[in-house]
């Protein structure tokens, strides 16, 4: 039963703002990585961001650098992703996953999805006027 549970998705217009949440059940987060990945109907699955065990560091993908915030609170085993100045084109399904602490270099340096050991269901995000 070790899950990650994704919530906060939803419809918005452009230029609004969506907090994502990716909680933890069935084991702590204190020994990953969590990774939030995008996947648009027709295109292939992308890293969005990513945050070290320890929120010590983090990775943005160019386009959503200066738009999107990434966060984790370990105590309550959950990662955030704060997305502002939102754009059609971020319109996706936004799965968050989990990399042991170990294999940052997955998180910071290149996104490999088969290192991930964890996934959410996914949470659908439109922003549409």
Known sequence: QLQLVESGGGLV?????????????????????????????????EGVSC???????????????????????????TVYLQMNSLK????????????PSSSYYYCLSEWVDRKYDYWGQGTQVTVSS
């Open 13 to 45: 217009q452009p230029g609004g703002s969506l907090r994502l949440s990716c909680a933890a059940s069935g084991f702590t987060l204190d020994y990953y990585a969590i990774g939030w990945f995008r996947q648009a109907p027709g295109k292939e699955r």
């Open 88 to 99: 059609p084109e971020d319109t996706a399904v936004y799965f968050c996953a989990a990399v």
């Open 51 to 77: 945050i070290i065990h320890n929120g010590g560091s983090t990775n943005y993908a160019d386009s959503v650098k200066g738009r999107f915030t990434i966060s984790r609170d370990n105590a309550k085993n």
